[in-house]
């Protein structure tokens, strides 16, 4: 399986700090956010890795090379404009191939996520091994985590590992995915496009799967998240709490 970590954004919320320093290279415990996923991919045995990138992104190409040091082959794709989470795909997918593919936002710290439970997510064949019809076929599989702070009313229901767009609770979409390529089929190469509605229209469809992943994650998005990260053991108020 390949993987692709999103690097693209331009971190708004993170600013002045991503003026001069793409977010996925700010550090959390003297670590790039992006290369503890980087060392996570590579010790599940995911060691071909496509990353995006547009603000900065020579920053990043610099910083991790082509993965060599880490055990890694990373390539990159270059967006002149971002171009969304899934336009960003569509735009990699021939260096993705067209096996299903994990992809991972380059900007959350999950440090203990075991990225090895990905690799056989989307199955093929029934329990009983009979060929799953491509039309009936998972398209896609979510991690979701309880809710954080800054989305306390959650992404999309779960029920015996099927996502939903209604149901109570919801859970937070982790931005962490598997995904056939087949996903993508409508939109065009270069053609700005947001996963959100993509995932939503598959999950109407009932093909879209999940699991909650209950360990620590946090979706870096302000500077004070960032510095309770890096603060000594409690210091202070958990990061995301």
């Not at 919801?170 to 700005?192: C, L, Q, T």
């Not at 469809?205 to 992943?213: A, L, P, W």
Request: aromatic fraction near 8%.
């Amino acid at each position: 399986m390949k993987a692709m970590i999103f690097a693209a954004g331009r971190g708004e919320r993170m600013r002045p700090l991503t003026d001069t320093c793409p977010k996925p290279l700010l550090k959390v415990r003297g670590r790039p956010l992006i290369t503890w996923h980087v060392l996570n991919l590579v010790r599940a045995g995911i060691k071909d890795i496509v990353i995006n990138h547009s603000h900065l992104g020579h920053m990043i190409e610099e910083a991790l090379g082509d993965g060599s040091r880490y055990g890694a082959r990373i390539v990159y794709s270059h967006e002149p404009t971002p171009l969304e989470t899934a336009g960003g795909i569509v735009n990699a997918l021939h260096l993705l191939g067209d096996e299903p593919f994990l992809a991972v936002s380059g900007d959350i710290y999950a440090p203990y996520f075991d990225f090895e439970q990905v690799l056989d997510v989307l199955k093929d064949h029934d329990a009983v091994g009979q060929v799953i019809p491509p039309e009936k076929r998972d398209i896609a599989w979510l991690y979701l985590t309880p809710n954080p702070w800054h989305n306390p009313d959650g992404d999309f229901g779960l029920t015996m590992y099927t996502l939903s767009n209604e149901g109570n609770p919801k859970w937070n979409f982790s931005n962490i995915g598997v995904y056939r390529p087949e996903m993508f089929d409508g939109i065009k190469a270069g053609e700005v496009s947001r996963l959100g509605p993509l995932m939503r229209k598959f999950i109407d469809q009932g093909r879209i799967g999940g699991e909650i992943y209950d360990g620590q994650w946090v979706n870096v998005g302000t500077v004070r998240q960032l510095e309770e990260l890096n603060a000594p053991p409690g210091s202070v108020a958990k990061a995301g709490s």
